[in-house]
């Protein structure tokens, strides 16, 4: 298998916000080879997961009181999101930390084409 690039979804009316952690579509994507997934949303955010430290992956709702951009609750939630369509969640075996204070067991990202990338990680919701 290649590595498969699938972008981060960005709409046009939130890029100006997310300028300021410079969130483009060049530097917005998950890449997902054999072994790993990795994620990168602008400066604020680069981190490898391993593929055997994914649970489940699934297409979920996003509310706007959510916000756009790099957003946490602190305890267990990461959100990546240039938009509220197209949002699929990670959910981790293990925890990861994140910003060097942040442990999530999940992950939430705005992607172009989220049903390819399911298909592409395959696995089923959790």
């Avoid at 969130?23 to 998950?30: D, G």
């Avoid at 994620?39 to 490898?48: D, I, M, S």
């Avoid at 593929?51 to 990546?80: C, F, K, Y």
Wanted: proline residues 6%.
């Amino acid at each position: 298998m290649t590595d498969q690039h699938f972008p981060i979804r960005i709409d046009p009316f939130w890029r100006p916000l997310l300028l300021v952690g410079a969130a483009t579509r060049e530097n917005s994507y998950l890449e997902l080879d054999e072994q790993d997934l990795a994620v990168q949303f602008g400066w604020f955010f680069g981190r490898t997961i391993p593929r055997s430290e994914i649970e489940s992956a699934e297409r979920r709702d996003w509310p706007l009181w959510m916000g756009v951009g790099w957003r946490t609750n602190i305890a267990n939630h990461v959100g990546l999101i240039g938009s509220r369509q197209g949002v699929v969640e990670l959910k981790l075996k293990h925890p990861v930390r994140v910003w060097g204070v942040v442990r999530c067991t999940r992950i939430a990202v705005s992607l172009e084409q989220p049903d390819e990338f399911l298909a592409a990680l395959g696995l089923g919701g959790g």
